[in-house]
């Protein structure tokens, strides 16, 4: 079945790198997605990755797919007060296929 | 700003009634989709329309209904409203869902439904 799986809490220390995990079930995915929610705002796409990619870099966000495990963990360096946020993976099969998100993990990002 | 537009921004309404959810996609989008997000039930996906013709169903209530015009914008008709219909509903538009590299779904920024 189709099912996404994400701790739900992270606290960091400002200047830190975050590492926010996630794990899929669906082995016939191939997208998969980073959503940023700020509080009273929508969803920001944040990156996504192919699955016939294992790594993804854009600034400071590192994407890292292990399909093997069904595991895609996003990476922030340099972790600032503004990435404060509900981070949400999510995996789709493409074509007309929706999108299956995750709880989502709320970062906490404290001095 | 993505470029997907909602409203209204909120909407408080009674037990039993209708509302209209409104959404207009990104520039030359095709795809409209409508998801829910509520405490207990997280982001569930309700129903995805691409150029007019609904092409996926998800978690959607009877009471749930979706057009897309022929401008492309949509909307959401949610009826006979229950205390648990309160919740934040997101549009999402995509260019064209069978191309790669241009289904990438883009969020608009939602429009929370309060039924009292």
């Known amino acids: 079945g189709e099912d996404v799986e994400q701790s739900l809490f992270l606290s960091v220390r400002e200047g830190d790198s975050s590492v926010i995990n996630c794990t899929y079930t669906?082995?016939?995915?191939?997208?998969l997605y980073w959503y940023k929610q700020e509080p009273g705002a929508g969803l920001q796409l944040l990156t996504y990755i192919f699955s016939n990619m294992d790594m993804k870099q854009d600034q400071r966000l590192t994407v890292l797919l292990n399909k093997k495990d069904k595991h895609l963990s996003l990476r922030i360096a340099d972790t600032q007060t503004g990435d404060s946020a509900i981070y949400f993976c999510?995996?789709?099969?493409?074509?007309?296929?929706?999108?299956?998100f995750g709880a989502g993990t709320r970062l906490a990002v404290h001095p | 700003d993505s470029g997907v537009t909602q409203t209204p921004k909120h909407l408080i309404t009674a037990t039993g009634q209708r509302v209209t959810l409104r959404c207009s996609p990104r520039s030359g989008d095709l795809s409209v989709y409508w998801y829910q997000q509520s405490l207990d039930q997280g982001l569930q996906f309700l129903i995805q329309y691409y150029n007019g013709e609904e092409r996926a169903k998800g978690n959607i209530l009877e009471r749930f209904s979706a057009q897309q015009f022929p401008d492309l914008h949509s909307e959401l008709n949610l009826s006979s409203l229950e205390l648990g219909d309160s919740a934040l509903y997101f549009c999402?538009?995509?260019?064209?869902?069978?191309?790669?590299?241009?289904?990438?779904?883009?969020f608009g920024p939602g429009t929370r439904l309060t039924v009292l």
């Open positions: 669906d082995s016939s995915s191939t997208y």
């Open positions: 999402a538009s995509s260019a064209d869902p069978l191309t790669p590299r241009t289904d990438t779904q883009y």
């Open positions: 999510a995996e789709s099969m493409g074509g007309y296929n929706k999108l299956i």
